[in-house]
């Protein structure tokens, strides 16, 4: 699967197929995050969030890539990320973007 974030793949014509997403919400856990704090007095990367946002993007793309499959799509064009809190301590990932079929020009 092809995925851009811009509205064309050069060389290709695209058959627009439609909006596809992929969303996670993810928590932190309490036992990191007290570590974490500890680390973010001292400064310096919080690399056990880092990792779990990481994580929490890659599976949201996976969820939209299996929906643009599922579309039979070759790719997905305009593929953005937003973050949203849901709860304190909670936050939603969410994967767009527009599957698409490819015809070579």
Do not use: C, P, W
């Amino acid at each position: 699967m092809i995925l851009v974030t811009v509205d064309f793949i050069s060389g290709y014509k695209i058959e627009t197929l439609g909006l596809v997403k992929g969303t996670i919400v993810k928590t932190k856990n309490m036992f990191v995050d007290i570590l974490q704090i500890f680390k973010s007095i001292m400064g310096g990367e919080l690399d056990k969030y880092t990792n779990m946002m990481n994580e929490a993007r890659q599976e949201a793309t996976d969820r939209m890539i299996k929906q643009a499959e599922e579309l039979h799509a070759d790719a997905i064009v305009a593929v953005r990320y937003a973050t949203s809190n849901i709860l304190d301590g909670a936050s939603e990932i969410i994967a767009y973007g527009t599957a698409v079929r490819l015809q070579r020009l």
